[in-house]
């Protein structure tokens, strides 16, 4: 953390300035505190700003004006009232706001910058390995290298325990090889309240995996089904059966004939499961969106 509090002259703040901030957002996000002695709010503003930046270390750094030692600078960024913090990244100021932020607020607005700052050399080649060793792992789990893939996503959770996403995709690569309570058991340690993509995706999951019935007879129950058009009951038990089975087309054929026969049977359950398999493939996945113009032809029809 710097700060040009001290600076001599006018010149060496400037100096200072092009150095820790220009200079410094190239290779980070500079976040610059505009403080003063005085101000109540920047004292409560200023140890959250220190504490979040400590935490996302060296990716983001904290430079402190005390705008009453630096006027020049002040004016310079037109500033009215304190604490105002600007954030550069690249040489230029790409966000800012004034006033005393809570934590949370903090963390998603630095959160939010961080998605577009550059990573040191060292941290590129180190997220280049990861993701290489994420595709591999995916790679062998869509192959049906179960053991491969869980092996891999276990080594990873296991070097990087807070990254929610490895976890998820740790469970859903358990999914696929049958193994739903240990898939249940990867998510335990992801908070409950995770916004993930990826998390929301594994315990879709894992919720319709715990939901699936598996049965020996499946041709015995499909032929039940063909004899019986109208049971609704059977059909959608047939689609649960399918989804144990990995097999996603037949299941989505199933529950689309139900919603298109009486949309609302069972409180809407048919469609309620088509809506968990989407997210559980993930919604932007080819798979589904198929589906969902299938059912919206029905539910519009």
């Excluded at 689609?239 to 087309?249: Q, S, V, Y």
Aim: charged residues 25%.
């Amino acid at each position: 953390m710097a700060s040009l509090a001290t600076a001599a002259t006018e010149k060496a703040s400037i100096d200072a300035f092009r150095r820790d901030v220009i200079e410094a957002s190239r290779d980070a996000l500079v976040l610059v505190d505009f403080w003063a002695e005085w101000c109540g709010p920047c004292k409560t503003l200023t140890p959250l700003l220190e504490r979040v930046t400590d935490a996302n270390a060296p990716r983001v750094k904290l430079v402190k004006i005390d705008v009453d030692k630096n006027q020049s600078l002040a004016a310079q960024f037109r500033i009215q009232s304190i604490p105002t913090v600007y954030a550069f990244l690249n040489g230029q100021p790409v966000d800012g706001f004034q006033g005393a932020l809570g934590e949370r607020e903090l963390k998603a607005f630095i959160d939010r910058l961080l998605a577009a700052a550059p990573l040191p050399a060292g941290e590129a080649d180190a997220e280049a390995e990861i993701a290489a060793l994420i595709e591999a792992a995916e790679g062998a789990s869509a192959a049906g290298n179960h053991g491969d893939a869980l092996a891999m996503f276990a080594a990873l959770v296991a070097e990087l325990p807070e990254r929610e996403s490895l976890a998820a995709k740790h469970a859903l690569a358990l999914i696929a090889a049958g193994d739903a309570p240990s898939a249940e058991a990867a998510l335990a340690a992801v908070p409950a309240d995770s916004k993930d993509a990826e998390v929301a995706r594994a315990r879709a999951a894992v919720a319709l995996a715990s939901e699936a019935m598996p049965v020996d007879d499946l041709a015995g129950l499909m032929a039940e089904v063909a004899a019986s058009p109208d049971d609704h009951g059977k059909r959608f038990d047939l689609a649960a059966a399918l989804i144990a089975r990995g097999d996603n087309d037949a299941a989505a054929d199933a529950l689309l004939a139900i919603i298109a026969a009486d949309r609302g049977w069972n409180e809407g359950a048919a469609q309620a499961k088509l809506l968990k398999m989407f997210e559980a493939v993930g919604l932007g996945e080819p798979w589904s969106i198929r589906t969902r113009a299938r059912l919206r032809s029905i539910l519009f029809a």
